[in-house]
């Protein structure tokens, strides 16, 4: 790039795969990436655009000239138009749509009208599909008539009913390996199940990861077939939903690493501001106590130490269970069982670290009351934590907020405002 | 279960698939499971087994009668005997391998030669080969006169030169769709790659995922072809992955929901007990404040808000670095922009709430130096959180240590120590 060598700088884009030419753009600054896209004018262009992170393409985009752009474009598959599409702005969306040949842009605006995130987003509408009655020569020779229909990735052949619902389906392996005259029928899988088009994509990815799928028919409300998801672009989902649940956790939202500074300061102020919340909640608590720290001021030295095990022992049991929830391992069968397991969890290692505590403030202190103290509201801190941990994202579960996104901050707060209750109203108890 | 019904049972089960009687078992308590494995007998124990949660699985298979295990594994794939075998015991193991036909043994005892976690434990043995100067035609006939060799799922032919060595692929579609006469050298893939037999797992997940592939050859070091991975189990590793990294964040290591009280407790010790560590460091930090703090209280109230805002912060950026370096969209080409973005991002947010916490003090305790002194706190700490948020995941992945797992012990101990450190200093210096 630094010798503005167009020619070579193709040479080498065009070697490499179009995901990891999208990494180099995600990684480098924002004028080396206009000086790129002034300079690159190769084939791949499309296929990068398509793998970019969606908070780098509306900059990319729209420092392409038009032309690029259209023939850009017009290398995608259509689900990959819809992918691109879906995240842009009106006056983009358009001119796109424009760029393509009429056919597929009647394509992308049928999948544009599915809810976002929905299976009918996800799938491309190319299906090879056979009647019920064919046989494996009739399939084949049907493949071979027809080449230019053929979908660019495709694993098995849909039987339908002749009211177009799909019945089965015959992995092309199984086409290959049996004689002409085997009935279709004879052949199907028993993995087959169908996707409704309105179904989240999140429900579409734990499918196929639980059953093992490869592909998977979508249909309409009336049971009709009406496109195809594949197990790559399940992954994709896969992958991005067990992303969002991390960032989610520790509250940075779609955060990503190529955003810029001021987007990642907006992404990420919601959820510190609700943390200022708490932490103020947990300084109310603190300040009416302050009569007995102004006396025993060994306490605000260790009253941060029953608070931070109450929030780790907290986030731990959360986080499992938040995790339990996304694959369906924690529903209402288990929820008790698994509430009575994090208590004894909380119990045990409360008592363990309260041991630990009571003799750490026997001896820095010389106090023995002191350790009591320390000790009880340990043992007390960690069996809310776990009985917390475990309810709060159960409960947002149940009123259908995503337990990924608010549990940290109630069950912070609570450990919080429980740990300095516990160990300053018991200091005021024993101490004075 | 309840009335003891085994043909009943049997009826029910075998209509489910094998992945949903897995987390039912997952889901029951372990006496309702002990009673169900007495009294099931069907046919899709084998499958429910290699489904199984491998925290379960173990006291799963020392419930089975010996013939019944025998039964239940000589249904299975190699691969999938495999993964059951890795977790098991010795004498366990015997008994599985004893139970197998002798190839299959055999095909086993070879996988279990790679190391734990690498691509040739992930691999299917069998693989559709044919010589790079067949055609079509051949590809067809070949597969024809050989089904009972054919895996259960493939698809793609791989093409080898006469050392074996894989040269290209061809996808079941294509062959399908062209003339018999066609080479199979004109319709090979461009998204051919291969993996060596020793890769990490993880590595071969991200390959499939950042190049959506559907199946990966793997050579051994001479480059020979020796199996093949398909992108069903590039998921499952996929998946694990995330969750080992939301799991390690979290400091839960490999707990799951279904583990017992004990294993719970014992996994969540050591990370509960490194904060232990932590919290008294930070603790020590205070200690050389009691002067201070004996002569204004509310610098105990207000001092957790500092400490917690910075380590909320701190998580913040250090699980977007720990799943940017998951990714590789954290390298060292990026590394230096990042950091300057984490801490201007740390600058920004840090004097929004700097303002609003001046204010809180002022209002609070009526006090203008206060004020100034929680401001001035809460910029440093929250421009400390972004560098150590981002510095130390990375120094880890430099040396070698995981940054899931280790970082947020680390981070937090940085963000309390330096924020009770700056508020306390800060208010000894100007409020004395």
Redesign the interface.
């Known amino acids: 790039v630094e010798a503005r060598d167009t020619e070579a700088l193709d040479a080498i884009i065009d070697t490499l795969?179009p995901?990891?030419v999208a990494?180099i753009l995600?990684?480098?600054?924002g004028p080396e990436r206009r000086e790129f896209l002034d300079l690159y004018d190769g084939d791949i262009l499309g296929e990068v655009l398509s793998e970019l992170d969606e908070g780098l393409r509306e900059e990319v985009i729209n420092a392409l000239q038009p032309d690029d752009l259209t023939a850009a474009v017009r290398e995608l598959e259509s689900d990959d138009v819809v992918d691109l599409l879906e995240d842009l702005e009106e006056p983009q969306q358009e001119r796109i749509l424009e760029a393509l040949p009429a056919s597929d842009r009647a394509a992308v605006e049928q999948a544009l009208t599915y809810p976002e995130f929905s299976a009918g987003r996800l799938m491309q509408p190319e299906v090879v599909r056979a009647p019920e009655h064919w046989r494996v020569g009739d399939a084949?020779d049907y493949?071979?008539s027809d080449?230019a229909y053929?979908?660019e990735?495709?694993?098995h052949v849909v039987l339908v009913d002749p009211m177009m619902r799909p019945t089965g389906y015959v992995?092309?392996?199984k086409?290959?390996?049996?004689?002409r005259e085997t009935p279709l029928m004879e052949i199907v899988e028993d993995s087959f199940r169908t996707v409704p088009v309105d179904e989240a994509e999140g429900e579409v990815a734990y499918a196929?990861?639980?059953?093992?799928?490869?592909s998977m028919p979508v249909v309409d409300n009336g049971g009709q077939l009406v496109g195809m998801i594949t197990?790559?672009d399940?992954?994709?989902v896969?992958?991005e939903e067990?992303?969002e649940?991390?960032?989610r956790?520790?509250?940075?939202g779609e955060?990503?690493?190529?955003d810029?500074?001021?987007d990642?300061?907006k992404r990420?102020?919601p959820?510190?501001?609700v943390?200022?919340v708490?932490?103020?909640l947990?300084?109310i608590v603190?300040?009416q106590f302050?009569a007995v720290?102004?006396q025993v001021?060994?306490?605000?030295?260790?009253?941060?130490?029953v608070?931070?095990?109450g929030g780790?022992?907290g986030?731990?049991s959360?986080?499992?269970?938040v995790?339990?929830i996304a694959?369906?391992?924690?529903?209402g069968?288990?929820v008790w069982?698994?509430v009575r397991?994090e208590v004894?969890?909380g119990l045990?290692?409360g008592l363990?670290?309260a041991l630990?505590?009571g003799i750490?403030g026997l001896i820095w202190f010389g106090s023995m009351q002191l350790g009591y103290v320390l000790a009880i509201a340990m043992v007390v801190n960690m069996v809310v934590a776990g009985l917390a941990g475990i309810l709060i994202p159960v409960a947002l579960e149940k009123i259908g907020v995503d337990p990924a996104l608010a549990s940290g901050a109630f069950v912070t707060t609570v450990t919080?405002v429980v740990g300095?209750f516990a160990f300053l109203g018991l200091a005021a108890i024993m101490l004075l």
């Open positions: 795969h995901a990891d990494d995600e990684q480098i600054s084949i493949m071979r080449t053929l979908p990735q495709f694993y992995t092309l392996g086409l290959l390996a049996s004689p196929f990861n639980q059953y093992h799928l490869i197990i790559d399940a992954m994709v896969l992958d067990a992303e649940d991390i960032l956790l520790a509250g940075v955060n990503r690493i190529s810029r500074v001021w990642t300061t990420r102020f959820w510190l501001a943390n200022l708490t932490a103020i947990a300084s603190i300040s302050e720290i102004a001021v060994a306490l605000a030295v260790l009253m941060p130490i608070a931070s095990m780790n022992a986030t731990q959360l986080t499992v269970a995790r339990a694959t369906k391992d924690l529903t069968a288990n069982r698994v397991r004894l969890v045990v290692n363990f670290f630990a505590m750490v919080d300095f």
